[in-house]
């Protein structure tokens, strides 16, 4: 029998295969061919087909207040998706913010530009990824990506069609 547990914790790779399966599911529900590609570390998380090619998907989930550790996206044949599952419970479907590369790169520079004005020392890499050189992680290397908030990428919200425009509708 299904319960309803938003107040449980799920394991960040559960979390993870719950926004991968939901943005798969998203992405049939609208007449595109979604696969999944199973794995830890891997920089695809779903490759997408329409009529006018393949997309790959990027799906950054959270349950919290913010998506952290965002790296982005690299290339032009990425779309990202922010997956929301806060305040939701488990009969409940969560909120998509859907960002293609542009729209990537006009939030990292916001958030680098609010970050560079109050002291801090962030780049964005070759490979659109904001890194912190003066912040060091355990492994030695510095910290890379951004959280970002809701409010940040609020006119994303449910943003499918920017999916249909690049892939054309199947």
Avoid at 33 to 54: C, F, N, R, V
Wanted: contains cysteine; glycine residues 8%; charged residues 25%.
């Amino acid at each position: 029998m299904w319960s309803n547990m938003s107040n449980t914790k799920l394991s960040r790779e559960h979390l993870g295969l719950a926004a991968e399966f939901a943005v798969a599911s998203e992405l049939c529900r609208r007449g595109f061919y979604a696969q999944l590609t199973l794995g830890m570390h891997k920089s695809t998380d779903i490759l997408i087909e329409g009529d006018q090619g393949m997309l790959r998907v990027q799906v950054k989930a959270k349950s919290g207040r913010e998506w952290p550790n965002c790296a982005g996206i690299s290339k032009r044949d990425f779309v990202l998706v922010l997956v929301d599952f806060a305040g939701k419970g488990t009969n409940e479907r969560p909120d998509f913010y859907v960002l293609d590369f542009s729209d990537w790169i006009a939030v990292a520079n916001k958030e680098i530009e609010l970050q560079c004005s109050r002291g801090r020392e962030v780049v964005m890499d070759e490979r659109n990824t904001p890194i912190w050189p003066k912040q060091i992680t355990k492994n030695g290397q510095p910290y890379r990506g951004i959280s970002i908030k809701p409010s940040q990428v609020g006119i994303y919200k449910e943003n499918w069609s920017k999916i249909e425009t690049l892939l054309g509708s199947s």
